[in-house]
């Protein structure tokens, strides 16, 4: 079946690093892929979305590439802030059912001053 | 345009009692989804409803939890007699009819607490 699998946590950086986020799919056919934010406290919020090979999707300097051949999602940020600490999730929408995300298990990211 | 709103935000029942959380989608938004995220894990899948129908409960307890998403007001998650395995946070999604790839919004979550 369809699973997502994301690098574990937490990951620590100080400010200004680069940071990526590994996130890698198990799926059937051409799933649509996506990144979401977890803030503490709140509720999850699309960060950006992928739907077919080579797509990029970028949003606030965060950037991810959809890689069929190696069924890759990774997150990528040139420069984080503090403000980036937060825990991202790594999602996809099958073909066989495009509404039921399926989740990865999230990363936790601690950025230091 | 508001987001979904969820409510209450924090909900806490003894075991046995009863919890009901809503959801109200964004305007012009006729899907809804319910997830369930335990503790250090990824959300779950539960139910996905549209006005008055359940489309696809693949994801809910057979016992205890039911959906619903009626004509008027908000969508219900109602979970019968609580047991501290319920404790969770729960969160509601909706999105617009569309072809394709649907594109989900979600709420802030209802956090519930069994004691």
């Known amino acids: 079946g369809n699973s997502v699998t994301q690098m574990e946590g937490p990951v620590t950086l100080s400010e200004e690093a680069f940071l990526t986020i590994n996130c890698t799919y198990t799926a059937t056919g051409y799933p649509s892929l996506f990144w979401y934010v977890q803030y503490p406290g709140e509720g999850l919020q699309l960060l950006l979305k992928?739907?077919?090979a080579d797509d990029k999707g970028s949003n606030k300097g965060f950037e991810a590439t959809y890689r069929k051949e190696t069924t890759s999602f990774h997150l990528e940020k040139g420069s984080v802030q503090v403000s980036d600490s937060a825990v991202y999730f790594c999602a996809l929408s099958g073909m066989d059912s495009n509404y039921q995300l399926i989740w990865g298990a999230g990363t936790k990211l601690i950025i230091k001053p | 345009n508001a987001g979904v709103m969820q409510n209450p935000r924090h909900l806490v029942r003894r075991r046995g009692q009863e919890a009901r959380l809503r959801c109200s989608p964004m305007?012009?938004?006729?899907?809804v989804y319910w997830y369930r995220q335990l503790p250090e894990e990824g959300l779950k899948f539960m139910v996905y409803l549209q006005k008055e129908n359940i489309i696809d409960e693949s994801g809910m307890p057979k016992e205890r939890f039911s959906a619903e998403f009626p004509k008027e007001g908000p969508s219900i998650l109602r979970i019968q007699q609580v047991v501290r395995g319920d404790s969770a946070a729960y969160f509601c999604a909706s999105s617009p009819i569309t072809s394709g790839f649907y594109e989900q919004y979600f709420g802030p979550g209802t956090r519930l607490t069994v004691t």
């Open positions: 305007k012009g938004h006729s899907h």
């Open positions: 992928a739907t077919k």
